[in-house]
């Protein structure tokens, strides 16, 4: 089932989790500071899309935006970063994204920014998300691009006006904005 646009740009524009934060400092997330393997945490519901400091006991991380942007469909200007990843994106092929982490690096976690879609929800939610990756290399579903893995949102998981009726449901992906990949020495 598609979704109107402006009701996905809508929540894009949406702050989904305000954390405070001083200036300088980093909020905890015990979910960020565990060491954990590039298998745990898949479809970790991490809120909005917003860069993450660390994930998985990691700090260096790449991003690859995919090559069009999920709310208009116009194409993504962004450029990605490859200094311990390598990325491929085809927008035609499944996978789409596909990540090997260069010589001398080791693939701690990965997070998506994701479209979700649940049928019994108003609309598609964006939404940042923990992914699946190989300890050298991952790709997003491949074969027959289905994608197997679910988001759960927790109850009160959102906790701002107006989401309350994506909290405590489970959503498919059904498209990718970004990828980004954390790794260690």
């Known amino acids: 089932m598609s979704r109107p646009a402006p009701a996905l740009a809508l929540l894009a ?43 998985h006991g990691c700090t260096k ?37 596909s990540w090997k982490a260069k010589p001398g690096w080791k693939i701690c976690g990965v997070q998506v920014a994701v479209q979700l879609t649940n049928p019994n929800v108003s609309s598609d939610l964006l939404a940042e998300a923990g992914y699946t990756s190989g300890a050298s290399a991952g790709a997003t579903a491949g074969g027959d691009g289905r994608e197997t893995i679910k988001v759960t949102i927790p109850a009160k998981g959102i906790r701002a006006q107006g989401f309350e009726e994506f909290e405590g449901k489970t959503f498919s992906i059904i498209g990718f904005q970004a990828v980004t990949v954390f790794v260690k020495r």
Not at 30 to 39: F, M, R, S
Request: charged share 20%; no cysteine; net charge positive.
């Open 13 to 55: 524009a949406a702050a989904l989790i305000a954390v405070p934060v001083a200036a300088g400092k980093v909020a905890k997330n015990p979910e960020n500071d565990k060491t954990l393997g590039p298998t745990k945490n898949v479809g970790y519901f991490l809120g909005n899309p917003t860069p993450t400091y660390q994930w």
């Open 61 to 97: 991380s790449d991003t690859q935006p995919g090559p069009r942007n999920l709310v208009d469909g116009s194409p993504n200007t962004e450029k990605g970063s490859s200094r311990y990843v390598r990325f491929t994106v085809d927008p035609k092929a499944k996978p789409q994204f």
